[in-house]
Nanobody, 122 residues
Framework: QVQLVESGGGLVQAGESLRLSCAAS????????MGWFRRAPGKERDFVAA????????DYANSVKGRFTISRDNAKNTVFLQMSSLKLEDTAVYYCAAGPYSSLLKGQSEYWGQGTQVTVSS
């Protein structure tokens, strides 16, 4: 069993930056690929970014390429999502996920965090 807890969400203005964190516990963190997903109001949960267990591979949704960066610190059992140039359409609940890399790219995951709210205002 793996537990994931997100933090760092909040209210920001368009164009500003925010960094989300996800702390993992329960099993060896470094053995999992990690990802970020988000659910905007009235929409299904969408893939945002993924990173392999050794950080050798990363993938991003087209909507966030060039603006968001996923990273991980296995020594601290933590994965991050650095969000820059935030837009109104980035407003959503952001979820941390752990599972096989190929599954994350397909929008699937074995473990999920509780989510953290990010609201972008003008």
């Amino acid at each position: 069993q793996v537990q994931l807890v997100e933090s760092g969400g909040g209210l920001v203005q368009a164009g500003e930056s925010l960094r989300l964190s996800c702390a993992a516990s329960g099993r060896t963190f470094s053995s999992y690929s990690m990802g970020w997903f988000r659910r905007a109001p009235g929409k299904e949960r969408d893939f945002v970014a993924a990173i392999s267990w050794n950080a050798g591979s990363t993938d991003y949704a087209n909507s966030v390429k060039g603006r968001f960066t996923i990273s991980r610190d296995n020594a601290k059992n933590t994965v991050f999502l650095q969000m820059s140039s935030l837009k109104l359409e980035d407003t959503a609940v952001y979820y941390c996920a752990a599972g096989p890399y190929s599954s994350l790219l397909k929008g699937q995951s074995e473990y999920w965090g509780q989510g953290t709210q990010v609201t972008v205002s003008s």
